[in-house]
Every structure is written in structure tokens, then in C-alpha cells.
């Protein structure tokens, strides 16, 4: 079956430091991979996605690139802003229900 | 943007009793909508696909007959906790995805915190 393996939290950051998180997945067939952020008492909010190998995903600063031979999908933001302090998650569909399959969540706080 | 809305946002209940949670997408139809549970730390594990005009689908190991799922509309489904215990308790989510040309996103309700006494 799928599964989504992330890198446990909590982390700590200072402003403009440098963030990973890291993801990788099993999954059968060729699954589209996604990063979730939930920021304090919202919903989670699609981050970035990206749908087959080599492919990167980027938005509001943050990257992700699908490693098939590595099976990853880690995230970076190469300069964090306070307000990037949210969970965020790893995801992967594998088909084409939207059915979605997560990894535990990261909690990221940026201090200023 | 596309909005889910969840209600109630969070609920205390007595043991046995049952509780309704609401799903709601504000602005756009669903004919899809999923129901996800998040324990404490934890990921979030969907429970069931609620389908308008048909019956939910379950994933493996979570009782039909204790999670009653209910899509009346094209806007609206409805989780219903029945005889509920305390190990119920858990953080509740739906999300429903937004199809259309050049659009295939889901979007998250806010979840609701049931917490059974």
C-alpha cells in the first residue's frame, strides 16, 4: 500500500534560515506527490505539487522536487519568514480518486 | 477562493450519545468529499468517501455502522458518530476536491475536535 514517511517535528527556526523538511513514500504505480501547510486554526491549504519524476513544485518561496530513484519529495524554503510557522505535510495520491495518504505532519516555528 | 466549512468546530459529548459534523463546500459543488481522523502527533488517516446521491465508501477497519456518512447534497455531507465513546475523541477533517478545466484541487475544512467524556 501507500505510505508517506516525513521527517518528526517540532522544529525551531530563526528568521531567514534555511528549512527542510524531508518525505519519502512507497507507493505502487506513479503517484503524484503534494506538500499541505495548515497554518494556526485554518485548514490545510495546498502548498505545492508535483505529479511526475524530475518534476518541481514551487510556490510562495518553497521548492519540492520529485525523486523517483531516491523515492523523496522533500521540502526547502531557503530563507523562513515568522510567517511560515504552520504544520506542514507530505502527501501522495496514486490515483485518480484524490484519495490522499499522509505523512505525520511537521510542525515548523519561525522566531524572529 | 474555494471554501470548506466544518460544523461544529469543536464539540464535547457524553459517552452513548451521537454527534453530527457538517461539511460544507461555500462555493462550488462536490459530489466527492472525504473524511479524514488526526490523533494527537499524528497523520491524518481517511476514514470513508462520501458520495452525493450514493453510499459511502469505508476504508479498511473503520465501522460503517458507528461513522454514518450522509451526502444529501451537492454541497453538503454529514459524519455522524454514533454511540460515541471516548476513544472517539480525535480531530475530524473533510476535504472536497475542486474539478474542472485546468482545476483539480482539494480543498480542507478546518477540522472539528470531538471530545467524548
Known amino acids: 500500500g501507500n505510505s508517506v514517511t516525513q521527517m518528526e517535528g517540532p522544529v525551531t527556526l530563526s528568521e531567514e534560515a534555511f528549512l527542510t523538511i524531508n518525505c519519502t513514500y512507497t507507493?505502487?504505480?506513479?503517484?503524484?506527490l503534494f506538500w499541505y501547510v495548515q497554518y494556526p486554526g485554518e485548514g490545510l491549504q495546498l502548498l505545492l505539487k508535483?505529479?511526475?519524476?524530475?518534476d518541481k513544485g514551487s510556490n510562495k518561496g518553497f521548492e519540492a522536487t520529485y525523486r523517483k530513484e531516491t523515492t523523496s519529495f522533500h521540502l526547502e524554503k531557503g530563507s523562513v519568514q515568522v510567517s511560515d510557522s504552520a504544520v506542514y505535510f507530505c502527501?501522495?495520491?496514486?490515483?485518480?480518486?484524490?484519495?490522499?495518504?499522509f505523512g505525520a505532519g511537521t510542525t515548523v516555528t519561525v522566531r524572529a | 477562493g474555494a471554501v470548506v466549512s466544518q460544523h461544529p468546530s469543536w464539540v464535547i459529548c457524553k459517552s452513548g450519545t451521537s454527534v453530527k459534523i457538517e461539511c460544507r463546500s461555500l462555493?462550488?459543488?462536490?459530489?466527492?468529499m472525504f473524511w479524514y481522523r488526526q490523533f494527537p502527533k499524528q497523520s491524518l488517516m481517511l476514514m470513508a468517501t462520501?458520495?452525493?446521491?450514493?453510499?459511502?465508501?469505508?476504508e479498511q477497519g473503520v465501522e460503517k455502522d458507528k461513522f454514518l456518512i450522509n451526502h444529501a447534497s451537492l454541497t453538503l455531507s454529514t459524519l455522524t458518530v454514533t454511540s460515541a465513546h471516548p476513544e472517539d475523541s480525535s480531530f475530524y477533517i473533510c476535504?472536497?476536491?475542486?474539478?474542472?478545466?485546468?482545476?483539480?484541487?482539494?480543498?480542507f475544512g478546518p477540522g472539528t475536535r470531538l471530545t467524548v467524556l
Open positions: 476535504s472536497a476536491p475542486r474539478t474542472g478545466t485546468g482545476t483539480d484541487t482539494q480543498y
Open positions: 507507493a505502487t504505480g506513479y503517484p503524484s
Open positions: 508535483a505529479t511526475k519524476a524530475d
Open positions: 502527501a501522495l495520491s496514486s490515483g485518480n480518486d484524490y484519495k490522499l495518504s
Open positions: 462555493d462550488f459543488q462536490a459530489t466527492t
Open positions: 462520501s458520495n452525493e446521491g450514493s453510499k459511502a465508501t469505508y
